[in-house]
């Protein structure tokens, strides 16, 4: 395995000052990059699953990946795809972060409601932000950095930008006044908040307040905020 793996701990209890779960033997471990492409801001796959575990304070450790040990055998038999994150707990090893999630809401309380209707309707808000909403998202991203240079790039870009704002007003309309999708704040909620707040830098998340102050509510959790500090901690620059 590469040097560029570095294993570190995080701490629920440590962090919280409370009397949280002790890491053992069955710590999970997640994957995060070395260095994040987003430099910390909380946009990287990896922070979706922090903020999980810390909403249910559950103990876990961080092995840091750099970009080529990501494509490494020992990587690529976590992750076919040579992505993070992935995530180890005793023999399980996962991949794919709506997975992860997933697994983590099933496995603490927290996440999902008890009642099983609302159950369910939580886990098809998941699949929602990650199948519905997101692709779109991510399509920007590619028109501006990948496919910036190209002739037709300034053609293709409001095109994308229709199709982000077609999901945006649907999910809008569905939100209205409500401060979560459907209840109490579940991870449909968690996975919806970080895929919007890709959109921050474009602006066009404030061409709809309700969805603005939904993201607003998400940043504001103690378990958002203690991921993202996490996160930002490991990408601040060496001293």
């Given at each position: 395995?590469?040097?560029?793996?570095?294993?570190?701990?995080?701490?629920?209890?440590?962090?919280?000052?409370?009397?949280g779960?002790?890491?053992d033997?069955?710590?999970?471990a997640?994957?995060?990059?070395?260095?994040?492409?987003?430099?910390?801001?909380?946009?990287?796959?990896?922070?979706?699953?922090?903020?999980?575990?810390?909403?249910?304070?559950?103990?876990?450790e961080?092995?840091?990946?750099?970009?080529?040990?990501?494509?490494?055998?020992?990587h690529?038999?976590?992750?076919?795809?040579?992505?993070?994150?992935?995530?180890?707990?005793?023999n399980?090893?996962i991949?794919?972060?709506?997975?992860?999630?997933?697994?983590i809401?099933?496995?603490?309380?927290?996440l999902?409601?008890?009642?099983?209707?609302?159950?369910?309707?939580?886990?098809?808000?998941?699949?929602?932000?990650?199948?519905?909403?997101?692709?779109?998202i991510?399509?920007?991203?590619t028109?501006?950095?990948?496919?910036g240079?190209?002739?037709?790039?300034?053609?293709?870009?409001?095109?994308?930008?229709d199709?982000?704002?077609?999901?945006?007003?649907?999910?809008?309309?569905r939100l209205?006044?409500a401060?979560?999708?459907?209840?109490?704040f579940?991870?449909?909620?968690?996975?919806?908040?970080?895929?919007?707040?890709?959109?921050?830098?474009s602006?066009?998340?404030?061409?709809y307040?309700?969805?603005?102050?939904y993201?607003?509510?998400?940043?504001?959790?103690?378990?958002?905020?203690?991921?993202?500090?996490?996160?930002?901690?490991?990408?601040?620059p060496?001293?």
């Amino acid at each position: 395995m590469s040097t560029s793996h570095k294993l570190i701990r995080q701490s629920y209890e440590a962090r919280t000052g409370g009397s949280g779960k002790q890491a053992d033997a069955m710590t999970p471990a997640m994957t995060a990059f070395e260095r994040s492409p987003d430099g910390g801001k909380g946009l990287a796959r990896d922070t979706r699953v922090r903020w999980a575990l810390e909403e249910v304070g559950q103990p876990y450790e961080v092995r840091l990946v750099s970009f080529p040990a990501m494509k490494e055998p020992a990587h690529l038999a976590l992750h076919p795809f040579g992505q993070i994150p992935t995530y180890e707990e005793g023999n399980l090893a996962i991949f794919e972060t709506g997975a992860i999630v997933l697994h983590i809401a099933e496995q603490h309380a927290g996440l999902l409601p008890k009642d099983a209707d609302a159950r369910a309707r939580a886990i098809t808000w998941m699949f929602a932000a990650l199948s519905t909403v997101e692709p779109p998202i991510l399509d920007l991203s590619t028109a501006r950095i990948v496919e910036g240079d190209k002739p037709w790039a300034r053609e293709r870009l409001p095109l994308v930008m229709d199709r982000i704002r077609v999901r945006l007003g649907q999910l809008s309309a569905r939100l209205g006044d409500a401060d979560w999708l459907d209840g109490a704040f579940s991870a449909g909620d968690l996975l919806m908040v970080s895929v919007l707040l890709r959109l921050r830098m474009s602006g066009v998340l404030g061409e709809y307040p309700n969805l603005a102050a939904y993201v607003d509510r998400g940043e504001a959790r103690p378990a958002y905020r203690r991921a993202f500090a996490a996160q930002l901690a490991i990408n601040a620059p060496a001293s």
